[in-house]
T-cell receptor, first 116, second 116 residues
Framework: ETGVTQTPRHLVMGMTNKKSLKCEQH?????MYWYKQSAKKPLELMFV???????ENNSVPSRFSPECPNSSHLFLHLHTLQPEDSALYLC???????????????FGEGSRLTVL | DQQVKQNSPSLSVQEGRISILNCDYT??????FLWYKKYPAEGPTFLIS?????DKNEDGRFTVFLNKSAKHLSLHIVPSQPGDSAVYFC???????????????FGKGTKLSVKP
């Protein structure tokens, strides 16, 4: 069992649906992340929250909307997605270093999203 | 342009022999390097890391070597076991830069197959 839990593990949605992915970390970390993993591509950083404040948004389309209500929970709200958004979405957490930077990320098992 | 490159998408090794996975990077500001291992349908798990002040770090069967002048690192697994079959991701970060540069930058991964 990892210290980062993601639900649901699998999600199939139509292009007009609204759904959310949920992530919870039990490691006492102060930073949380959403990554996207598509076939034959590097892990792509989508969003970073440090101390519940969004500090990174890597030009992600507005149909993806993150929410971090506290340091242990992170959501990714999905709305009017496209088939090319089908991918594995990974949540991770870490302890941000004083002065900037991060070290080891601890990943959840991912949410496999299929957009029809 | 990719800052972290794993040029071999796959590697096949016989059980008991050495596995060598390679990673090249372009940003000389990176000061911390990590290897992650990923099984199908699971999130990546941290394996081993190395700071730029070192050239070698060893943990059991896993050793990471860093050649800063060549901007190259490698992961050695010896002896290789069938359970080591997974995708291995190289990642790098530059802590003191902070912001997006302080986050982990991943390579595309190398799929290792260890045959009995």
């Amino acid at each position: 069992e990892t210290g980062v839990t993601q639900t649901p593990r699998h999600l199939v949605m139509g292009m007009t649906n609204k759904k959310s992915l949920k992530c919870e970390q039990h490691l006492g970390h102060n930073a949380m992340y959403w990554y996207k993993q598509s076939a034959k591509k590097p892990l792509e950083l989508m969003f970073v929250y440090s101390l519940e404040e969004r500090v990174e948004n890597n030009s992600v389309p507005s149909r993806f909307s993150p929410e971090c209500p506290n340091s242990s929970h992170l959501f990714l709200h999905l709305h009017t997605l496209q088939p090319e958004d089908s991918a594995l979405y990974l949540c991770a957490s870490s302890q941000a270093l004083a002065g900037g930077g991060h070290r080891e990320l601890f990943f959840g098992e991912g949410s496999r999203l299929t957009v029809l | 342009d990719q800052q972290v490159k794993q040029n071999s998408p796959s590697l096949s090794v016989q059980e008991g022999r050495i596995s060598i996975l390679n990673c090249d990077y372009t940003n000389s500001m990176f000061d911390y390097f990590l290897w992650y291992k990923k099984y199908p349908a699971e999130g990546p798990t941290f394996l081993i890391s190395i700071s730029s002040i070192k050239d070698k770090n060893e943990d059991g069967r896993f050793t990471v070597f860093l050649n800063k002048s060549a901007k190259h690192l490698s992961l050695h697994i010896v002896p290789s076991q069938p359970g080591d079959s997974a995708v291995y991701f190289c990642a790098a970060s530059a802590a003191f830069l902070g912001g997006s540069q302080g986050n982990l930058i991943f390579g595309k991964g190398t799929k290792l197959s260890v045959k009995p």
